[in-house]
């Protein structure tokens, strides 16, 4: 067996005593079957306290998450000049006072930008006309003693005098909402608590509403804010009865709208709120019927009519089409097709202007933009020439303009902002992201190959490596893969990655089924009684990697994260000899137990994603075959790290504590199993942009050893 597969990288010996959590069988029979879990016991049962303090976590749990992080701690110490160089390295490519492209909004261009040295962003705005700078909101003083701190969303009133913010100070995504003066700079007594982080002002500045957060963590209730009364007396606009279905709100295009959208992940349904008429209520577009998804935009004059632009899987549009609808009765029995339905072209996204509207489309698994005049119909694409890329557009807030603005990268071009003139076709570069060490994309090669799955399936995988690394299979593999919820993976530009292709790694994307990289049915072959596509197009993945030696069988390092750390566990259990190390990072492994609790956050939306195994057995048998908890056994499992949040209510910290329990317990190997718990964040680790380095050097320092790297570069 080679060096890289066994304790001997990490020299294991020295640390000591392994940590043991101990075995308290608990059990629980659904549909006749007998359920045993040794490690329950992890599970705080105040865990909804301890996502607001969590100084009251159970001295013995919390005791085992110390002895598990002083043991990786320990582990990793020989290679702290490595995860310091690596640091160095990645900060040195992160410009350090950067700032986005300024939107115009009437009288202002607003922006955020990052002062030298800081940790969080700044919001910003200037006079469009031009002129000095005004900060409205400084990330930096407002983190300043905090443990964790986030900021979420920053929505400036339409008159231009106010801004509601939003901040997270413990990593469990429980938002507070606070309204700024700009002209004093000073915060009102207005406080809402316990929210999801996004507002929309109504058009005369007098109020927002805002979605609260019920006590199971689900933002389930709408709510309106009048500026200077107490929140106790805030209006209660919109009531989500189905714990199943999470409530969002958002502004539309043309200013006069918003949206209060509520769905799981197969199904939707959207109401308007008339931001002129507070008192109004809110108005049903279509109700929820299973398995339809839409979503809508308002145009007051389309083609003389005032419509709404309605984005919808309706009759069969399995890849989505667009539809118009009018206003004044926008049911779907009204429902006009304007763009058909175009089987393997999925239609991602929209943007609505006055004149003019986008769609954003993944065609053959890669993305591009299609613009349509409103008044003729005509239509162009804006192209591209990179094997394989990443592409986004935002409408900003101005509706009667000509200016669509979109992003663009790829795996070694950085990111890129333009300004693209719709009516002339002009194009102008806003920003290219800067690298300040520097960065010679000709160092680089990019490309995308294709693997065959067990059953035929085609499926991608972008690369990334130097220009100088040979490919005659001795190179190490960083394997990267998700499957789930139809997110797809964009080949899209990271800084980071360059330290390990610096270093001789191939950094390759699986585009696995479960997500949307090759349309919506890549998705629905991926997920319930598909699922474990994911895990076997993954491992084919892996083993095509080898097959054309852009791997060495015993170099590849697995990486996934939340339920492609579910991923991760389940090829670990599947195939451990096709990996020298799995990297999974929050990991959602825990899934029978997860999907059979109701109360927990994210269960009932989960349902149609997953299937519900207290209601049906044959979901419950299904799961019994992949979950990786319950499929841990007897057997030499590869190097492994562990990556959690104590505050996280996405997944939650005792399902990677679990995983590792069990692994230590039965694990017939020599390899090491590292467990760390971010104590101070939850599921998206530190919010500091400089503090998220140290977790990704140590991943990456955790590949470099497992694989057996250069460690220099």
Known sequence: ???????????????????????????????????????????????????????????????????????????????????????????????????????????????????????????????????????????????????????????????????????????????????????????????????????????????????????????????????????????????????????????????????????????????????????????????????????????????????????????????????????????????????????????????????????????????????????????????????????????GFEFDTDNLRFSYSSMTTPGEVWDYDMRTRERVMRKRQEVPSGHNPDDYVTRRIFAKARDGAVVPISLLHHKNTKIDGSAPCLLYGYGSYGIAMPASFSTSRLSLADRGFVFAIAHIRGGTDKGWRWYLDGKMEKKENTFTDFIACGEHLITEKFASADRIVAQGGSAGGMLMGAVANLKPELFAGIIAEVPFVDVINTMLDGTLPLTPPEWPEWGNPATDKAVLERMLRYSPYDNVAAKNYPAMLVLAGLTDPRVTYWEPAKWVAKLRSLNTGKNPIFLKTNMDAGHGGAAGRFDRLDEVALAYVFAIVTAGADAGA
């Not at 809508?296 to 003389?304: A, D, I, Q, Y």
Request: net charge negative; proline share 4%.
């Open 1 to 395: 067996m080679n060096k890289t597969r066994n304790s001997e990288s990490w020299n294991l010996e020295s640390l000591g005593k392994t940590p043991s959590a101990r075995k308290i069988p608990s059990q629980q029979i659904v549909h006749g079957l007998t359920l045993v879990d040794d490690f329950a016991w992890l599970r705080d049962p105040k865990w909804q306290e301890v996502f607001r303090d969590t100084s009251i976590l159970q001295p013995d749990i919390r005791d085992y998450l110390e002895a598990e992080n002083a043991y990786t701690e320990k582990a990793f110490a020989p290679y702290e000049a490595l995860k310091k160089k690596l640091i160095a390295e990645m900060r040195g490519r992160i410009k350090e006072d950067d700032s986005s492209v300024p939107s115009r909004d009437g009288p202002f261009a607003y922006f955020s930008r990052y002062r030298e040295g800081g940790q969080h962003p700044l919001a910003c705005r200037e006079p469009a006309s031009g002129g000095a700078e005004e900060i409205m909101l400084d990330g930096d003083a407002l983190a300043e003693g905090k443990a964790y701190f986030s900021l979420g969303g920053v929505s400036h009133s339409p008159d231009h005098k106010l801004i509601a913010w939003s901040s997270d100070d413990k990593g469990s995504e429980l938002y507070s909402v606070r309204v700024r003066e700009l002209a004093s700079g000073k915060d009102r007594a207005d406080l809402v608590t316990d929210v999801g982080g996004s507002t929309v002002w109504l058009e005369d500045a007098s109020g927002f509403y805002y979605v609260k957060l019920d006590a199971e963590h689900r933002p389930s209730r709408v709510y309106l804010h009048r500026l200077g009364k107490d929140t106790k007396d805030d209006e209660l606009v919109y009531e989500e009865a189905d714990k199943g279905f999470f409530v969002s709100i958002g502004e539309l295009q043309a200013n006069r709208f918003a949206t209060i959208s509520t769905g799981d992940h197969d199904t939707s349904e959207v109401h308007l709120l008339d931001l002129k008429n507070p008192s109004a209520k809110p108005r049903l577009i279509e109700k929820r019927t299973a398995g339809l998804r839409y979503e809508v935009e308002h145009h007051p004059s389309f083609n003389g009519e005032e419509v709404l632009i309605v984005l919808t899987n309706a009759d069969g549009a399995e890849d989505f089409k667009i539809s118009t609808t009018p206003l004044a009765n926008p049911g779907r029995a009204n429902w006009r097709d304007l763009i058909a339905h175009q089987a393997g072209t999925l239609i991602l996204d929209s943007c609505i202007f006055k004149s003019w509207m986008t769609r954003l489309e993944r065609h053959e698994g890669l993305p591009r933009i299609i613009v349509r005049e409103i008044a003729s119909g005509n239509e162009h694409t804006i192209a591209f020439k990179e094997e394989a890329y990443s592409l986004g557009s935002s409408t």
